[in-house]
């Protein structure tokens, strides 16, 4: 049976989020059921080790349209977020973070940039991008440090003029999900920068809107997820210059 078209598929990529997650996906129902747009919530579940399938599962029996893609092996965010950007029916597809760190009220700001023609809308922490953009809630200093010297790598190698590329709340038009998402080939955290460069390498426009973010100590990314990050930066230079990707 084909599934029905909606405005607005919300993606949640979701492991080891069980003290979290409940309250995120109420969050979303909340804001959704208020707005005009049809819309989907899909949690994509990455091979959770504590309850967050349980949860999700009693969230699902009593908010409609909430729905599920389970996997019981870890596969990583990036890897997970591409599952629900090529499952979604939505003309517009978000993924956004499981601890709500950027609130879906965020999605208001987007709006208007879609109507301009943008294909791709993604939010930034970082006040080089956008006037307004903040941590609200910050890191700790080390992994500001950590971000600001990796950024600036990310941004000789493979995003130029971008500041913050790993904010986790990002939206692309349906078509533009579909030729990006389809050509994905990083699993864990630098998976953004992939889409990034993915997206400027076909000429979408990308717009950037300012988040008011709230840090979770409780963040699943850690110091060696950073070096990571920087690895996975040079792998997409590498496929763009082995001629991988097609566009």
């Known amino acids: 049976m084909l599934q029905r078209e909606v405005d607005l598929s919300v993606i949640v990529p979701a492991y080891n989020e069980g003290e979290r997650i409940g309250r995120t996906l109420t969050r979303l129902q909340d804001y959704l059921a208020q707005s005009a747009l049809t819309w989907e919530i899909l949690v994509v579940l990455d091979g959770s080790k504590d309850r967050t399938p349980e949860i999700v599962r009693q969230q699902a029996r009593r908010l409609p349209g ?4 389970e996997r019981t ?41 879609f109507e301009q023609g943008f294909e791709v809308v993604i939010a930034s922490r970082n006040g080089l991008d956008v006037d307004g953009a903040e941590q609200a809630v910050s ?79 409780r963040s699943h990314v850690g110091l060696a997820d950073y070096l990571s990050v920087l690895a996975d930066t040079f792998a997409v230079r590498r496929n763009f210059a082995a001629g991988k990707y097609d566009y």
């Open 139 to 217: 890191q700790v200093w080390y992994k500001r440090f950590i971000g600001r010297l990796g950024n600036r790598i990310v941004q000789r190698v493979a995003v130029p003029g971008i500041w913050d590329t790993q904010c986790g709340f990002k939206a692309f038009r349906a078509d533009a999900a579909v030729r990006i998402f389809s050509q994905i080939t990083i699993e864990r955290w630098g998976f953004d920068i992939e889409a990034l460069a993915l997206a400027r390498a076909l000429k979408f426009r990308i717009g950037i809107i300012p988040a008011h973010w709230i840090n979770d100590e």
């Open 66 to 69: 909430l729905q599920i893609i």
């Open 73 to 113: 092996a870890n596969r990583g965010k990036g890897f997970t977020v591409r599952q629900g950007m090529l499952q979604a029916c939505g003309r517009i597809r978000l993924f956004t973070d499981a601890d709500n760190s950027t609130d879906i009220a965020h999605f208001e700001k987007m709006k208007p940039l």
